[in-house]
Structures are given as C-alpha cells and as structure tokens.
C-alpha cells in the first residue's frame, strides 16, 4: 500500500500504544515516519521494526514539551526525510507523583504544569515547528490528540481535562489560521483505550465497566483509532478542518 509514499509524518508519543500504532500504520502505507518520545529506547525499537519491514523511519528522543527539543526534532526529520506533511501530536501525560492518589486542591503548581505542558504546550510547539514548513509547501495535516475525559471528566484528572479541553480549543484557532494555506488541524478524541500502559494503570473491570456503556460493548484497542487517524491526514481530509472526531465505540455523543 502506497497511499501515504509521499508524505512524511512526524508522531509524537510514538514509542507504545496508540502512537506506535499511527507510526506503523502510516509506515505500513508508505510514509516515511519520525518517532518522538522522551522513551528513547522504545521508540528506536518501533522505528527499527518499520524499517525491518520495508519502511522508512527516524527516531528521535524528544520532549515535546521543550520548544527547543522539538523543533530540533523536526528539523532532523527534514535533514533525514526532506519535508514534513503530517504531524500527529499524539505524547500526553495523565498524572505525577505529586498529583497522584492525592486530592487536586493540594496539588503544587508546578505539578499542574508538567501535565499541562505536555498534553497542550506539547500540541502548541509542534504546530509552531511544522507550520511554516507546511505552509511553504501548501499542504499539511495537523492531529491533536484529545480525550473522552473532556466530555466524561473526573476531579482526580482535572488537570488533564482541562488541557484535553485545551487543545480542542488550540485546534479550532489553529485551523482558522492555516485554512487557506492548505494546512488542515483537527481533533481526534480517543476514549478509553486498551494499551499496555493502560493495562497497568487499571484493573479489568475498569474496562469491563467501560465496555458495557458503549453502543459497540467490547474493549477499545489502537487500531480501533487507525481509520479515523489515516483519514485525518489523507486528502480524503481536505475540506474538514478544526474538528474533533470522537472515536468511543458510541459512549460520548456530541
């Protein structure tokens, strides 16, 4: 499949999980792929097994929180690749040490700040690195990764919804003023997701609860939010713009 064998892609928070699984399946359909995460290791791995299965892939350690780091990271992606056409900003942190099992109103600031640095600043810098790049080329695909929890939040997470809501925000502004310079931003909001990080973070009937309020009552596994993710960055995509696609299985109408 050579649909995307023009395109090069940036993914962040590629290393596990969902953004492991845009990189593949962008990689599987022709796209050079750099993969950015601060988990160096594991993202040198998945780049690895891309290019073991004829792909073309770059790995780049990355906090995507730094300015600085990621636009290097996109840099080295043009030095390596020659262009950047698609970034998913895909990297989100869902809580600290210092927020963790702890009540939000004694949370300290800069607490609140590192998951709001990562989950919007994040979405904020990578934008900022690609669009000129995009806009010189006239065309790019901008995905900012969401949650459900901004429809469905909990006090435990408020952080993280309020950036999560945050970025729908920074999309539509986003999309307002790369529009006409065929540059498109959208929105893609997972819902509760079997990953392996996930896995670890809550017990089986977490899911199972999950499930049951669904219209399409299984669990959500990564290649539930593959389709959804490769239409965004196709030209099939070309006149939707500052949207946000809710992928839940049918549990949040909006």
């Not at 300290?108 to 934008?127: I, L, S, Y």
């Not at 900022?128 to 006090?155: D, K, L």
Request: hydrophobic share 45%; aromatic share 8%; net charge negative.
């Amino acid at each position: 499949m050579d649909e995307f064998s023009e395109r090069v892609a940036v993914v962040t928070g590629a290393a596990r999980g969902l953004g492991a699984a845009y990189a593949r399946a962008l990689a599987e359909r022709g796209a050079a792929v750099s993969v950015l995460d601060v988990l160096a290791d594991q993202a040198e791995g998945v780049a690895e097994e891309i290019v073991s299965r004829g792909g073309r892939a770059l790995a780049v350690e990355t906090d995507v929180s730094d300015r600085n780091a990621f636009g290097a990271a996109v840099d080295a992606t043009i030095r390596k690749f020659g262009q950047v056409d698609i970034l998913i900003n895909n990297a989100g942190l869902g809580t600290t040490d210092q927020t963790h099992g702890v009540p939000w109103y004694e949370w300290p600031g800069e607490a609140w700040d590192k998951v709001v640095a990562v989950n919007m600043r994040g979405c904020f810098f990578g934008a900022q690195a690609v669009a000129p790049h995009m806009m010189e080329r006239g065309w790019g695909r901008i995905i900012n990764v969401s949650s459900a929890t901004f429809w469905s939040p909990v006090a435990e997470a408020v952080h993280y919804v309020a950036a999560k809501g945050g970025v729908i925000g920074l999309t539509r502004a986003l999309s307002k003023g790369l529009g006409n310079h065929g540059v498109t931003v959208n929105t893609l909001v997972p819902g509760l997701t079997r990953t392996e990080q996930m896995d670890g973070m809550y017990p089986p009937e977490v899911f199972e609860q999950y499930a049951r309020m669904r219209s399409i009552q299984r669990d959500a596994v990564p290649r539930d939010l593959v389709g959804t993710a490769l239409y965004l960055c196709s030209t099939a995509s070309d006149f939707v713009t500052g949207q946000a696609f809710i992928v839940d299985g049918g549990h949040i109408f909006d």
